[in-house]
Each structure stands twice: as structure tokens, then as C-alpha cells.
């Protein structure tokens, strides 16, 4: 004889009434309660219909607009020749005196002229020599105030 065992039966136990207003019931109706409650999903067709207690999102900011810098002013007239306070002549590619910024007279070369808004004539040059530790690449001084070498 073999001891297997084929099954188990398990005795079934009859269903206790519960009685009213036991605390048993009392939970079960909380739980059921707080699982019925719908939940309002925001922006909802129904909840725009409403109207009431209807929370409506701010547009969104946009990042103001950087000002923009005025660049180089245009050269609106060509000017070819100018005269200083002396009235002597200078026109572009004329040899003249200027003060270097370590306090001495360099001599330049004329590259061009422009005016002002304010309608003084300036002229640009470039400086023949420069110290060994400085860097002066160019300048500009008013048209009156020009010097020959």
C-alpha cells in the first residue's frame, strides 16, 4: 500500500451576517467611499463646461528681446580732403604729427576721414612707430587740430 496523499478537503465555513453599525462595516463603507470619489482631471472637457472652480494656466512668458546695439556709423559722404585751423591742405595718404599716448610726437600716415553726427570732420591715421612694449595700431584726431612734420 502506497501513503500518497491524492487531496486535501478543506472544511467550508458559512458566512457570518455582519451586524449593523459593527466597526467592521463602518471601515469597509469609509474604504469603499474614499475608492468611489472620482477624481477631477484638470482641463477636462466636463470641467471647462462647469465653469466653476476652473484654474486656468497663465500663458507662458516669453524672454524679453535683447536691445540692439547700434553698430558703426555708416560713412554717408566720402570726404577727400580737409583743412585745419591754419588752412593748410591734407588729404589721404599725407604724412602728419601726433601725440603718442607715452607723451611724445610720433609721426602718422592719413588713412581716411569721416564726420561726426555732432559735424566735425575727424581723420584716421596710422603711427609709423610705436614703443617696443606697446601696441598703438591706429587713432583719430579732429580735422582743426592737424600738424605737417
Same mark, same amino acid.
Given at each position: 500500500?502506497?501513503?500518497?496523499?491524492?487531496? %486535501?478537503?478543506? #472544511?467550508? !465555513? =458559512? $458566512?457570518? *451576517?455582519?451586524?449593523?453599525?459593527?466597526?467592521?462595516?463602518?471601515? &469597509?463603507?469609509?474604504?469603499?467611499?474614499?475608492?468611489?470619489?472620482?477624481?477631477?482631471?484638470?482641463?477636462?472637457?466636463?470641467?471647462?463646461?462647469?465653469?466653476?472652480?476652473?484654474?486656468?494656466?497663465?500663458?507662458? %512668458?516669453?524672454? #524679453?528681446? !535683447? =536691445? $540692439?546695439? *547700434?553698430?558703426?556709423?555708416?560713412?554717408?559722404?566720402?570726404?577727400? &580732403?580737409?583743412?585745419?585751423?591754419?588752412?593748410?591742405?591734407?588729404?589721404?595718404?599725407?604724412?602728419?604729427?601726433?601725440?603718442?599716448?607715452?607723451?611724445?610726437?610720433?609721426?602718422?600716415?592719413?588713412?581716411?576721414?569721416?564726420?561726426? #553726427?555732432?559735424?566735425?570732420?575727424?581723420?584716421?591715421?596710422?603711427?609709423?612707430?610705436?614703443?617696443?612694449?606697446?601696441?598703438?595700431?591706429?587713432?583719430?584726431?579732429?580735422?582743426?587740430?592737424?600738424?605737417?612734420?
Amino acid at each position: 500500500m502506497s501513503h500518497e496523499i491524492i487531496a %486535501i478537503r478543506r #472544511p467550508v !465555513r =458559512p $458566512k457570518q *451576517p455582519i451586524e449593523q453599525n459593527s466597526p467592521q462595516e463602518e471601515l &469597509q463603507e469609509q474604504t469603499k467611499s474614499k475608492v468611489e470619489k472620482p477624481n477631477p482631471i484638470k482641463n477636462s472637457p466636463s470641467s471647462r463646461k462647469e465653469g466653476t472652480n476652473v484654474r486656468q494656466l497663465p500663458k507662458p %512668458i516669453s524672454k #524679453p528681446e !535683447r =536691445p $540692439k546695439r *547700434p553698430g558703426k556709423p555708416r560713412l554717408k559722404e566720402s570726404i577727400q &580732403q580737409v583743412t585745419n585751423a591754419d588752412g593748410k591742405v591734407f588729404s589721404s595718404g599725407d604724412k602728419i604729427l601726433v601725440s603718442a599716448p607715452w607723451s611724445s610726437m610720433v609721426e602718422a600716415e592719413i588713412t581716411g576721414f569721416y564726420k561726426s #553726427p555732432e559735424g566735425s570732420i575727424w581723420a584716421i591715421f596710422l603711427p609709423q612707430k610705436s614703443l617696443p612694449k606697446w601696441k598703438w595700431e591706429k587713432g583719430c584726431i579732429r580735422a582743426e587740430l592737424l600738424k605737417q612734420p
